[in-house]
């Protein structure tokens, strides 16, 4: 009857005034249909088993409304074998999260991870995070991109990063690290960005018109958070992608890179084709000579150095550094306040 949309409604409304005031956590371990989908893609994060199932209307296709397509779709956080499993996921989420958006990050007894760091993804989260402190979140979706919880000297931390795949970033990893970004920031969770990238990826009319609205969303989330932001650019970070997730102009407090990095308005080889074109006349192997150009421009124009000179990083460091030197950064900013303008949010398509 109606008398059950209308208690419906009642409690959409009362989640959405709650939603970034306190962490709220869905977890769906049969059925969830109807309205009471909307309420749990409402939350923060959505904990599904692997049998249960998530749709407003009931599905027809085959997979449909399924925790894998739920997934896959970047609605479930976390899939789980059974019902102990998602509550123990769940657990340790409320566990992670402050428990409102005024109280402070949660602290813990922690060990540093053996782990060295590497530009290899499962190396560097590793050596970075307390030990065994890391809960990948929406490992389905967007598989570009990387976004986790952990600690870091036991203070909770979002992590995010562009190299979990060699992959461009697609409309699917803009809105994933997006995503994630909003969810920190409404707890003033630190973020911290590891960036290594080729840039952003286009490759019909239809996806490139998506993916700038994508990207976007992505540079606005990051510009718009006020909560801790660093950034280390540890391989790549070619055009775009730099200015939206590492640059200072957009928001980050500390940018650092290794000594290895690679920073470009463009990729090293059609820097060299803008740039150093005439260096290619006359070379018996055009192309190995444009290899070799792109090798020096990387290692001169696009070096770290290079940018750290300009001021486009505040600090270039050893890997072996990283740990030290983000926490370092976390402790500078511990006492970190922004004002911003007074508005109801800000308009960027979504």
Not at 87 to 103: D, F, G, K, S, T
Request: with cysteine; charged share 20%.
């Amino acid at each position: 009857t109606v008398d059950s949309l209308t208690a419906y409604g009642r409690m959409l409304e009362a989640a959405s005034q709650l939603s970034g005031v306190v962490p709220q956590i869905a977890v769906v371990a049969g059925t969830c249909a109807g309205s009471a989908a909307l309420l749990a893609c409402g939350s923060d994060f959505v904990v599904m088993t692997k049998d249960a199932e998530l749709f407003v209307a009931p599905p027809f296709a085959e997979h449909a409304g399924t925790a894998q397509s739920a997934a896959k779709a970047g609605i479930c956080a976390l899939v789980c074998e059974d019902d102990t499993a998602a509550m123990e996921q769940a657990r340790a989420l409320v566990n992670l999260m402050p428990i409102n958006n005024l109280a402070g990050a949660p602290m813990f007894e922690y060990a540093e991870s053996e782990s060295q760091a590497s530009r290899s993804l499962p190396d560097l989260v590793k050596a970075v995070a307390d030990a065994d402190s890391l809960l990948e979140l929406y490992g389905d979706y967007g598989k570009a991109a990387y976004t986790a919880l952990a600690t870091l000297g036991g203070t909770t931390v979002g992590i995010a990063a562009t190299n979990k795949t060699e992959d461009p970033l697609n409309t699917e990893d803009c809105a994933k690290l997006a995503r994630f970004m909003r969810t920190c920031d409404a707890f003033s969770v630190p973020v911290i960005t590891f960036v290594d990238t080729m840039g952003f990826a286009a490759s019909s009319e239809a996806e490139q018109t998506g993916s700038i609205q994508a990207m976007t969303r992505l540079a606005a989330c990051y510009a718009e958070a006020t909560t801790i932001k660093l950034s280390v650019v540890t391989g790549n970070a070619v055009g775009a992608a730099f200015t939206a997730l590492a640059g200072a102009a957009c928001g980050a407090d500390f940018t650092y890179a290794w000594d290895q990095a690679v920073i470009s308005p463009m990729a090293p080889l059609t820097a060299v084709e803008f740039l150093w074109h005439d260096k290619l006349k006359g070379a018996a192997d055009a192309n190995a000579k444009r290899k070799e150009l792109a090798a020096e421009y990387a290692a001169t124009l696009a070096s770290a150095q290079s940018a750290a000179e300009k001021g486009g990083v505040d600090a270039v460091i050893a890997p072996a550094d990283t740990r030290v030197t983000l926490l370092s950064a976390l402790d500078i900013l511990s006492g970190k306040r922004v004002s911003k303008l007074p508005k109801k949010h800000n308009n960027i398509p979504f």
